[in-house]
């Protein structure tokens, strides 16, 4: 634990720092969370078939989503950040820390048939059980947070600092990001579309017929 700090406090004090960081204005954060809510439920991409099937490899919504939306979003992004219109919060590349927390993020997901995106969404229908995951994802966060400088940070390894991609392309970062966009969105759309339907979706689909 922080010397001279106590949980109380500390939470107070992450809450005091995220409500000045100045993330531009709360009417448009809450339009594009519609968007955002309004999207994932129109994929179905929140339900529990989706994320676990994506886990199995029996279901492609969720990557062709993935690889559209980080495809399209690093060009608008990029030429976003060159105009001033926003700016990047890049975290160091620490491997330790990625390859454990990417094998707890994948697992869990993967029994949870939820991530922290589609979670909120499900949340909202009335979903208890990711609900209860939701808590549990908050106390995790409280030991790692109180338990960090003891025991996490010297698991995690060392830090190789702040890179990007475009760190290796000095001069060329306008034509790269362009064909990383590209290449990325056209993988989207080649990904073949495979999914693992729900006895909900089965049932609808032979009432259809």
Request: glycine residues 14%; proline residues 3%; contains cysteine.
């Amino acid at each position: 634990m922080v010397e001279g700090k106590g949980i109380f406090s500390r939470v107070i004090e992450m809450i005091q720092n995220v409500i000045h960081q100045g993330h531009g204005s709360l009417v448009l954060i809450f339009l594009i969370g519609i968007i955002f809510g309004g999207i994932i439920q129109y994929t179905r991409v929140d339900k529990f078939e989706k994320i676990a099937g994506f886990a199995m490899l029996k279901d492609t919504i969720v990557p062709k989503m993935l690889f559209l939306t980080v495809g399209l979003t690093s060009i608008g992004l990029y030429f976003m950040i060159k105009a001033g219109w926003a700016h990047y919060h890049i975290k160091p590349i620490i491997w330790q820390g990625l390859i454990i927390g990417g094998t707890l993020f994948g697992i869990s997901m993967a029994i949870l048939g939820k991530c922290p995106g589609t979670g909120p969404v499900s949340i909202a229908e009335g979903r208890i059980d990711v609900l209860v995951g939701a808590i549990g994802g908050l106390f995790g966060g409280l030991i790692f947070t109180l338990y960090y400088d003891d025991f996490f940070k010297p698991l995690m390894g060392d830090s190789l600092g702040k890179l990007t991609l475009l760190d290796f392309f000095k001069g060329n970062e306008d034509l790269v990001v362009l064909i990383f966009g590209i290449v990325v969105t056209a993988i989207a759309i080649l990904i073949p579309k495979v999914e693992l339907f729900d006895e909900a979706d089965l049932s609808k689909l032979s009432n259809n017929k």
